[in-house]
């Protein structure tokens, strides 16, 4: 299976990099989550919760705490688990509007940073963790490949079932909950959507830049775009394009991927900006 | 004879006839009471105005009747044909005081429509049959040159519009509008209760607003509540200004007051 696609890449794609299984293995990756990313991120910045997902980002390094102490080889389960809880905690505590939304986004988020670290370094070991931070694109295998596969399947057929609903609760939860919408249901799916995408790919991605993947895109194509469908289309666009190319001057510079990625989608934000601004007036 | 008897009863089906009681209503924040003891009852044809001061818990009575926030006490709609609907199945049509939103958020007026009415998302397109519905009603409004335009660009009196043509797609079994005119001028004004006194005649949906102009109420409404923490008083709409409780909250007092 994966030697088809294989040779199929290396036929279409005559450049040197293409030789390269990583390489082949890394794009294929990248546009798997791209569109991923660039219709969650659709959602992530309507409900003004760009700081929320850096949050779970962030609680990622406890979740690979957790896993070393237990002593389990695959820290998915544990990342997974954790972030579950953390983010259905971080919904339920901003509901009862105690505090501000983002004082307690930036408490927990500090919190999980802090935790994974102690957690991580009470055996003297934090650098061989420290993969996490940056994410490694490129050490990804074709059997995770196919995870990732099975995960934007999922994710589109969620986005098909529960867009709508969660459309109109991010404009005005009141206004979804007099046309009959269960906006705390609907809010909880979304943050488990998020927080599953963020720790599933958060190993090569890494905690530091998975953020800006999820928001940057879409955060460009709102500067552009005037309804719901374009707001789409432009984000996913935006989102291949940068990771594509970002991966692709990565080679040729030797540089790291996932920040060289993140630099061309801040680089489309600022062009996407001026564009606005220079078209309103 | 009996043609006649089916089509009314058929008339009668497809206009709300239903209206709303509320036994012993209380709401609680922490340790503040809000609301106490509210007892209200709304029939089909009415237009209840809630006044009062800020702050004496009027917004919060429209949101404990659509259930958005937990109360003791009852709130039972009951149908045309006297019998209880249940409250999830009532269709309730809500028109916020201000819609708090993000002003570049690439919504149109369209998606908006569709996002309610229909499963297909709406980052994937638009169902013609659904456009055609929202089209009609937001003429009722005089908005259907609104639909294809992002909601974040509506002057304050086109959102209103449009969100009054919102409550209203599907017809609600009841209206419930909070201070719906702060955004309009005094030409919207008019428009705006003219086209909620047309509704109620030709949809005899019980409406209860919110309002802070007692002239819109003594000319609009049908019947007013005073409302400080619970229900002060109920009248006529027309005779609410007479009571010494309304002059006072409204700080109208006559020179024999005064004195």
């Given at each position: 299976m994966i030697n088809t696609i294989y040779?199929i890449m290396?036929?279409?794609?005559?450049?040197?990099?293409?030789?390269?299984?990583?390489?082949k293995n890394a794009l294929l990756a990248i546009i798997l989550i791209a569109p991923l990313f660039g219709l969650t991120g659709?959602m992530?910045?309507?409900?003004?919760?760009?700081?929320?997902s850096?949050?779970l980002?962030?609680?990622a390094?406890?979740g690979?705490?957790?896993?070393?102490?237990?002593?389990?080889d695959n820290y998915m389960v544990s990342m997974i688990g954790?972030a579950l809880?953390?983010a259905?905690?971080?919904?339920?505590?901003?509901?009862?509007?105690?505090?501000?939304?983002?004082?307690?986004?930036?408490?927990?988020?500090?919190?999980?940073?802090?935790?994974?670290?102690?957690?991580?370094?009470?055996?003297?070991?934090?650098?061989?963790?420290?993969?996490?931070?940056?994410g490694?694109i490129?050490s990804i295998t074709p059997n995770e490949i196919a995870l990732l596969f099975f995960i934007l399947i999922a994710t589109i057929i969620l986005w098909f079932l529960a867009f709508?609903?969660?459309?109109?609760?991010?404009?005005?939860?009141?206004?979804?909950?007099?046309?009959?919408?269960?906006?705390?249901?609907?809010?909880?799916i979304f943050v488990i959507i998020i927080a599953l995408l963020v720790t599933v790919t958060i190993k090569w991605i890494?905690?530091?830049?998975i953020?800006?993947l999820l928001?940057?895109?879409?955060?460009?194509?709102?500067?552009?775009?005037?309804?719901?469908?374009?707001?789409?289309?432009?984000?996913i666009?935006?989102s291949l394009?940068?990771g594509?190319?970002?991966?692709?001057?990565?080679?040729?510079?030797?540089?790291?991927?996932?920040?060289?990625?993140?630099?061309?989608?801040?680089?489309?934000?600022?062009?996407?900006?001026?564009?606005?601004?220079?078209?309103?007036? | 004879?009996?043609?006649?008897?089916?089509?009314?009863?058929?008339?009668?089906?497809?206009?709300?006839?239903?209206?709303?009681?509320?036994?012993?209503?209380?709401?609680?924040?922490?340790?503040?009471?809000?609301?106490?003891?509210?007892?209200?009852?709304?029939?089909?044809?009415?237009?209840?105005?809630?006044?009062?001061?800020?702050?004496?818990?009027?917004?919060?009575?429209?949101?404990?009747?659509?259930?958005?926030?937990?109360?003791?006490?009852?709130?039972?709609?009951?149908?045309?044909?006297?019998?209880?609907?249940?409250?999830?199945?009532?269709?309730?049509?809500?028109?916020?005081?201000?819609?708090?939103?993000?002003?570049?958020?690439?919504?149109?007026?369209?998606?908006?429509?569709?996002?309610?009415?229909?499963?297909?998302p709406?980052?994937?397109?638009?169902?013609?049959?659904?456009?055609?519905?929202?089209?009609?009603?937001?003429?009722?409004?005089?908005?259907?040159?609104?639909?294809?335009?992002?909601?974040?660009?509506?002057?304050?009196?086109?959102?209103?519009?449009?969100?009054?043509?919102?409550?209203?797609?599907?017809?609600?079994?009841?209206?419930?509008?909070?201070?719906?005119?702060?955004?309009?001028?005094?030409?919207?004004?008019?428009?705006?209760?003219?086209?909620?006194?047309?509704?109620?005649?030709?949809?005899?949906?019980?409406?209860?607003?919110?309002?802070?102009?007692?002239?819109?109420?003594?000319?609009?409404?049908?019947?007013?509540?005073?409302?400080?923490?619970?229900?002060?008083?109920?009248?006529?709409?027309?005779?609410?200004?007479?009571?010494?409780?309304?002059?006072?909250?409204?700080?109208?007092?006559?020179?024999?007051?005064?004195?």
């Amino acid at each position: 299976m994966i030697n088809t696609i294989y040779s199929i890449m290396e036929t279409i794609l005559p450049f040197e990099w293409a030789n390269f299984n990583f390489m082949k293995n890394a794009l294929l990756a990248i546009i798997l989550i791209a569109p991923l990313f660039g219709l969650t991120g659709t959602m992530i910045v309507n409900n003004k919760m760009s700081f929320f997902s850096d949050a779970l980002g962030h609680s990622a390094l406890t979740g690979i705490g957790i896993g070393a102490l237990i002593g389990v080889d695959n820290y998915m389960v544990s990342m997974i688990g954790f972030a579950l809880l953390f983010a259905l905690c971080i919904s339920e505590i901003i509901e009862s509007e105690t505090s501000s939304s983002d004082t307690i986004i930036g408490v927990f988020s500090s919190t999980g940073i802090a935790l994974g670290i102690v957690l991580l370094s009470i055996n003297g070991g934090f650098s061989k963790y420290s993969n996490y931070l940056i994410g490694d694109i490129l050490s990804i295998t074709p059997n995770e490949i196919a995870l990732l596969f099975f995960i934007l399947i999922a994710t589109i057929i969620l986005w098909f079932l529960a867009f709508n609903k969660l459309m109109l609760s991010s404009l005005n939860s009141d206004l979804a909950y007099s046309k009959g919408v269960n906006v705390s249901l609907y809010k909880n799916i979304f943050v488990i959507i998020i927080a599953l995408l963020v720790t599933v790919t958060i190993k090569w991605i890494g905690i530091m830049l998975i953020n800006s993947l999820l928001v940057l895109p879409a955060a460009s194509a709102r500067n552009v775009t005037r309804s719901m469908k374009s707001y789409h289309i432009i984000s996913i666009i935006f989102s291949l394009f940068s990771g594509v190319t970002g991966l692709i001057i990565s080679y040729y510079w030797g540089s790291a991927a996932g920040g060289t990625i993140v630099l061309v989608s801040a680089v489309i934000f600022f062009v996407t900006f001026f564009i606005n601004r220079f078209c309103k007036k | 004879m009996a043609d006649i008897n089916n089509k009314i009863n058929k008339l009668n089906k497809n206009n709300c006839r239903c209206s709303v009681k509320i036994n012993s209503l209380g709401v609680k924040r922490g340790d503040n009471v809000i609301l106490k003891d509210v007892n209200l009852e709304v029939k089909h044809g009415e237009i209840m105005a809630l006044i009062g001061r800020n702050g004496a818990g009027k917004t919060t009575l429209l949101k404990a009747i659509m259930g958005r926030i937990p109360h003791t006490g009852d709130v039972v709609f009951i149908n045309h044909n006297g019998d209880k609907i249940e409250n999830s199945k009532t269709k309730i049509g809500y028109v916020p005081q201000t819609l708090s939103f993000d002003r570049s958020t690439p919504v149109t007026v369209a998606d908006l429509f569709c996002a309610n009415r229909t499963k297909l998302p709406v980052w994937l397109g638009h169902k013609k049959e659904t456009l055609k519905k929202a089209e009609k009603v937001l003429h009722m409004v005089g908005a259907e040159k609104l639909l294809n335009k992002s909601i974040g660009r509506l002057s304050g009196g086109e959102l209103q519009r449009v969100l009054l043509a919102f409550a209203l797609e599907p017809m609600p079994d009841i209206l419930l509008l909070d201070e719906p005119v702060s955004a309009l001028d005094r030409r919207g004004i008019s428009a705006f209760y003219e086209l909620v006194t047309s509704l109620r005649s030709e949809y005899h949906m019980p409406i209860i607003l919110v309002s802070h102009d007692l002239g819109h109420v003594t000319r609009y409404a049908t019947k007013a509540s005073l409302v400080d923490e619970t229900i002060v008083l109920t009248d006529i709409a027309k005779n609410i200004l007479s009571h010494k409780e309304v002059k006072q909250a409204f700080h109208l007092y006559s020179g024999e007051d005064l004195a």
